[in-house]
């Protein structure tokens, strides 16, 4: 168990190695693209761009451009944005964090619960009136962009209706920190959570769905049922418990991807100044040793996750536990 | 009287579908009785009803297409239409099912020990301490190894004969006066075979439990039964005590399922004969006795749906005449044992 757990610690290593070295190809040495250009700005006369590729340590050697990168990111952390002269770049990830953390984590509860609930009612209903209206709803969850489904609860619940009883204590878009007031976090998140959480109750509870209903063919089902224990409890502890494999397979993934910047659109909507807002402010101006700093971050949360789903199997699969 | 009530009365089962090409029927008109501590077995190919009939009185058919009609009394109370609630005290406590693939029969995602557990807390007041210690019990009855350890075991940790073994005990669990196994050595090694067997025939002797017992295998039913009832497209076609259906017996289905297995006694045969052509298609159940067609004594009255007469303890479903049949079977290539 320990040699496979430090295997597996040096094959994520491994990976995120290989991420932040084509990371940094992509962005330092594709053809064309001069980071000295960039950081000297429009117009420049040749002196300056030779004089700028000296100070940043641009003429040297690609390894030793890399090492020197990594040792600014890591280890002296004082790699500075080229855009926002003087901003330092790994502080600015790290505030961006606890944004997206908050943004995620709370939309993460109501998709599992939410996908839980819409997967194991249409599975357990199947056919009937209410499968089918779920099953709608969750089809029409998937497919409303969530840009647009952002832009109208904003209208709805900013400008609109924001006067009404109902929405009138929306506080103004923006991040309320945890620290600073739990009740305005979750005032200011609670509408994020539910856009960025309904494309996924909607895919969850699908797939949740569609797994459950293959479950109950099996033949253990049938032992169960002969067993006398109820349908509620056969649908739970032997339908529900056997489908969950897929279920948290797929919730680790979308967690670190959406973690790793991935809930961007939500962020840009709701003026959340998370991980994916500064990667889409860094790649609108080409803002290289921030990309570099957000694709590495997101390369270790996607990462992160997909070790957490392989312990999770563990626990929840009885057969991943010896290898089958 | 309450003792002269059979443990469980099956009158005219009728078990159908409704596909796209019409109402399909898997079992008509089925009816037998099983007395306490009896071993029946139920003999048939694929194809023949056991299963459905077997699944029926359990109440778990569950397919929405399914049309079941007839009675089934278990201890004089009726188990067709019973609700969930209702079924579910029965179910798992006096009647309990084995299956025939021990390999799918268990949830893969709980250990043996648990799915007992399960089984005994759903139908008696009992400690988790207490009904694992009775899972121990059962599992060391069942003759499984270490039970102490292998109730902790996952099913994938098992090999075939064990998880059958388990399925057993589980089925055992909560005493059941009756135990339905569905071809419960179907799936085994012909060595593990013949152990479950001698598992089941003991446990009328240590649980008093009686026994329907489906195969396809007659030497199953040979070594284990008291009675035996021959099913063929739906329906019984025979039924007697086992020396009696075995030593005589009456319907030109069993013979024929009797001559496709070599004698033990007498010469040798050449061949071993088999029945002519396949069962029928359950879509297009010929007219009259299904097993007409590839019967080699069909004469008119065939036409007709021959009844199982009530009439003593050995009835067949079939118009020849009762006197004379052995002699009529004498004639069938293959021969017969004087």
Redesign the interface.
């Known amino acids: 168990m320990l040699v496979a757990l430090v295997s597996r610690l040096g094959q994520m290593l491994l990976v995120m190695f290989g991420i932040s070295v084509v990371a940094f190809l992509i962005f330092f040495a594709t053809p064309g693209a001069d980071p000295s250009a960039r950081i000297a700005g429009r117009n420049a006369s040749q002196e300056t761009l030779v004089q700028v590729r000296h100070d940043f340590g641009l003429d040297r050697p690609l390894p030793v451009q890399y090492g020197l990168m990594m040792e600014r990111l890591f280890i002296s952390r004082d790699l500075t944005s080229f855009v926002n002269r003087g901003q330092k770049v790994v502080p600015t990830v790290l505030e961006a964090i606890p944004v997206t953390l908050s943004l995620v984590f709370g939309a993460a509860v109501f998709w599992v619960l939410g996908g839980l609930i819409v997967g194991v009612v249409a599975g357990a209903t199947r ?1 009937s009136w209410l499968d089918r209206t779920l099953m709608i709803l969750s089809l029409i969850g998937v497919s409303i962009p969530v840009f647009w489904l952002g832009e109208v609860a904003n209208l709805i619940t900013q400008s609109r209706w924001h006067d009404s009883w109902l929405f009138s204590w929306v506080p103004p878009l923006g991040y309320i920190a945890l620290t600073d007031s739990p009740w305005g976090w979750f005032k200011a998140l609670v509408i994020p959570w539910f856009t960025l959480a309904t494309l996924y109750i909607g895919l969850y509870g699908r797939v949740l769905r569609a797994s459950i209903i293959e479950t109950m063919q ?3 089902i ?10 509620r ?1 056969v649908l739970i ?2 339908g529900l ?2 489908s969950l494999v897929a279920f948290v397979t797929m919730f680790g993934l979308d967690f670190g991807a959406l973690v790793g910047g991935g809930a961007l659109l939500t962020e840009v909507v709701f003026g959340l100044q998370g991980v994916g807002k500064l990667t889409y402010g860094a790649l609108q101006t080409l803002d290289l040793p921030m990309i570099l700093a957000t694709v590495i971050y997101a390369s270790f949360f996607v990462v992160m996750a997909n070790f957490v789903v392989d312990v999770a199997f563990v626990f ?4 991943a536990r ?1 290898g ?1 | 009287m309450a003792t002269e009530m059979p443990l469980l009365a099956v009158e005219n089962l009728c078990v159908s579908f409704r596909t796209d090409g019409g109402v399909v029927p898997a079992v008509s008109g089925v009816s037998f009785s099983v007395e306490r501590r009896e071993i029946l077995g139920v003999v048939g190919e694929s194809g023949s009803g056991k299963s459905q009939t077997l699944l029926a009185i359990m109440g778990l058919i569950n397919s929405p297409n399914a049309i079941v009609t007839g009675s089934v009394r278990f201890l004089g109370q009726e188990m067709l239409g019973l609700k969930r609630r209702a079924l579910d005290a029965i179910r798992g406590r006096q009647v309990a099912m084995v299956f025939q693939d021990p390999m799918t029969a268990l949830t893969p995602v709980h250990t043996i020990g648990d799915q007992i557990i399960e089984q005994i807390r759903a139908h008696e007041s009992l400690s988790r301490g207490a009904a694992r210690r009775r899972a121990v019990e059962l599992l060391d009855a069942v003759g499984l190894p270490s039970p102490e350890s292998a109730v902790d075991r996952y099913p994938h940790q098992l090999s075939g004969g064990m998880r059958q073994r388990a399925v057993i005990a589980m089925a055992l669990s909560c005493n059941p006066a009756l135990l339905i196994a569905d071809e419960p050595t179907t799936a085994l090694d012909v060595t593990v075979q013949a152990q479950i067997l001698e598992l089941i025939g003991r446990l009328r002797d240590s649980f008093g439990s009686a026994v329907i017992l489906v195969t396809h295998d007659l030497g199953v039913v040979a070594e284990v039964a008291d009675r035996v009832m021959v099913m063929y497209a739906g329906r019984v076609v025979e039924e007697g005590g086992k020396g009696q259906l075995f030593r005589e017996p009456l319907h030109p289905y069993s013979w024929g399922l009797f001559g496709s297995i070599p004698p033990m006694h007498g010469p040798r045969p050449a061949r071993l004969t088999a029945i002519p052509g396949s069962p029928p298609k359950l879509s297009q159940m010929p007219q009259g006795c299904a097993f007409g067609p590839r019967c080699g004594f069909r004469h008119e009255a065939c036409a007709a749906q021959p009844s199982l007469g009530s009439a003593g303890g050995h009835r067949s479903a079939c118009f020849l005449p009762r006197e004379g049949r052995h002699e009529l079977r004498r004639t069938l290539a293959g021969g017969v044992p004087a």
């Open positions: 056919g099996e033949d253990f049938r032992t169960a049922r002969a067993k006398g224990i109820g349908e409890r502890n032997h418990r056997t929840i699969d009885p057969r010896d089958h």
